[in-house]
């Protein structure tokens, strides 16, 4: 089931501080783990060559880190729904942790949890920790501590 933390505002956050919110789940092919491998130039054998990693340490190809790291737009963007907002953006990324590998054919969630939000000249800041489950993984494969700015519109 997928749920989002909604507010009014940007100013709005710091009264959504310690709301969670769960995303839906993705797919992560060897075709993308592919064009993944052709965009980075990281053609690694774990990832991109299927019958050398069937004797692998992991029995199949794994996404590469970074691929999953990338698809936080794609896995968080309707976590947080914020009204008002003339623009939102990326602000970077405190701290990120690999936790798991991700094997190719795997299904991938984002949670997040709303940790702060900080009133800065351009709008808020917002920080969150986003965590990347494996569906039926014990481990995560990555957690992040996320920052985002809203600039309110007007």
């Known amino acids: 089931m997928t749920t989002t933390i909604t507010v009014s505002s940007p100013a709005a956050l710091a009264d959504a501080v310690?709301?969670?919110?769960?995303?839906?789940?993705?797919?992560?092919?060897?075709?993308?783990?592919d064009a993944f491998a052709d965009a980075t130039a990281d053609h690694q054998w774990i990832h991109v060559d299927p019958q050398r990693a069937a004797s692998g340490p992991f029995g199949t190809t794994i996404a590469h880190g970074f691929l999953t790291l990338s698809l936080l737009p794609r896995l968080a963007s309707s976590l947080v729904e914020v009204g008002g907002v003339a623009m939102a953006m990326n602000y970077?990324?405190?701290?990120?942790?690999?936790?798991?590998?991700?094997?190719?054919?795997?299904?991938?969630?984002?949670?997040?949890?709303?940790?702060?939000?900080e009133t800065v000249a351009q709008g808020v800041r917002a920080a969150s920790t986003v965590t990347v489950e494996i569906e039926g993984g014990d481990k995560p494969a990555l957690v992040a501590q996320s920052l985002a700015l809203y600039v309110p519109e007007g």
């Open 92 to 117: 970077g990324l405190d701290k990120v942790r690999f936790l798991a590998p991700v094997p190719v054919g795997s299904r991938v969630r984002a949670t997040t949890e709303l940790t702060g939000a």
């Open 18 to 33: 310690g709301q969670k919110a769960t995303g839906e789940w993705f797919t992560i092919d060897q075709e993308r783990i």
